[in-house]
């Protein structure tokens, strides 16, 4: 590997480091979705330093160049980071669904309530917590 | 029997009021519109006529919305949920028709098919290709014919409602619920019904999808088809 990648590589990787460090003490960046990417760049800042170790793994995996190994490596781990991603967005869309519906009949329940004549409406959307914890909905229909 | 309609509703300002007069007139059931973030003025039409509304304060999409319907009815514990659309396509007359094999404990999901008798609106051309796939994707699948398995005019029975509060699509929902209620071994059945055209709305499926909308459907069939509620 060229001095000059190497160097370049290096200093991409030392904006990056100082760039997910600011990003967690502002709190904008999770700690858990951001250890892999400080691991990621740990990963090929060793490899920056001893070349020698990307031109092992690239006659083992037969890649005459090994600056391909580095591509190769690389996109493999984007795709990673993609599909976990994905996995988040999804889990995080379902949830935010579930929830959505639950504070629709909640309200509803609460509203129902107040109409009903309660006399205070805190204690009435409490209530109602408490209601459908217990799940008898024949005492709230009954209200 | 304890039954609901449920009624997405999504910027039908002009037809919901109307709806619901006329579901008042012909049917004794309950009914909760569920209102998904309507960005017309469906929602002051709901609290100035006195309809029963859910609000749900994100826009969920079709699936979504009905769904929180049928978490709704189980909620309350109804023994009946149907569904309706809100933009006036299906006729409140016909809820007896398809509410009757679930009370008589025949089925446990009942679709009304425009397709058996072939009467009143028929959809494009281009769109009962698209339902006759279906159709043909189902019976490959589970060895049962649907004839109109996109319809949004159904009756559940508690089996079923539990099942669709658990797993529901977020958009074009019904092929895939319907491939699911037989897989999950519900006892799902057809009864012919008579649909309008939609009297104000527009269609969940729009102008540039129709690509989209088969490939996701389909999938979704194959992937429901292989899903086994706990």
């Known amino acids: ?33 951001c250890l892999v990417w400080i691991f990621a760049l740990l990963g090929i800042t060793v490899l920056c330093i001893f070349p020698g170790l990307l031109d092992s793994l690239s006659v083992l995996l037969g890649i005459d160049v090994p600056v391909n190994t580095l591509f190769l490596v690389g996109i493999a781990f984007l795709a990673c980071i993609c599909i976990s991603l ?25 509203g129902k309530k107040e109409k009903a004549g309660g006399s205070n409406k805190n204690s009435n959307i409490i209530g109602s917590n408490e209601a459908g914890a217990e799940k008898t909905p024949e005492a709230i229909k009954d209200v | 029997m304890k039954t609901i309609l449920l009624i997405p509703c999504y910027n039908e300002q002009e037809t919901i009021a109307s709806l619901y007069e006329e579901i008042r007139e012909k049917t004794p059931y309950d009914v909760i519109v569920i209102n998904d973030c309507s960005t017309d003025s469906s929602r002051d039409v709901l609290r100035e006529k006195g309809i029963p509304y859910l609000d749900l304060p994100l826009n969920l999409g079709i699936g979504g919305a009905v769904q929180a319907g049928y978490r709704y009815a189980v909620y ?77 005019f159904r009756a559940a029975n508690i089996k079923t409602m539990q099942l669709f509060d658990r797993y529901y699509a977020m958009d074009y929902p019904e092929p895939e619920s319907n491939m699911l209620a037989l897989k999950n071994n519900l006892r799902v059945k057809e009864v012919p019904v008579t649909m309008r055209q939609r009297q104000g709305g527009e269609s969940s499926i729009k102008a540039l999808q129709p690509l989209y909308y088969m490939l996701k459907v389909s999938l979704g069939i194959l992937i429901s088809s292989t899903i086994r509620a706990k």
């Open chain 2, 76 to 152: 309350y514990g109804y023994d009946i949920a149907v569904q309706v659309d809100g933009d006036g396509q299906h006729d409140p007359g016909q809820i007896g028709t398809i509410v009757a094999p679930i009370e008589k404990n025949e089925a446990d999901l009942v679709i009304g098919s425009r397709f058996i008798e072939k009467t009143g609106f028929q959809s494009s051309a281009m769109r009962r290709v698209g339902i006759n796939f279906f159709k043909f994707l189902i019976y490959c699948l589970s060895g049962k014919r649907i004839t109109d398995a996109t319809s949004g």
């Open chain 1, 1 to 33: 590997m060229l001095i000059q990648l190497r160097v370049t590589m290096l200093i991409i990787i030392v904006a990056l480091f100082i760039f997910f460090i600011v990003m967690l003490r502002r709190q904008k960046l999770d700690l858990k979705y």
């Open chain 1, 86 to 110: 994905t996995i988040v967005v999804s889990r995080l869309s379902a949830r935010l669904r579930k929830l959505t519906q639950n504070i629709a009949i909640l309200e509803f329940e609460a």
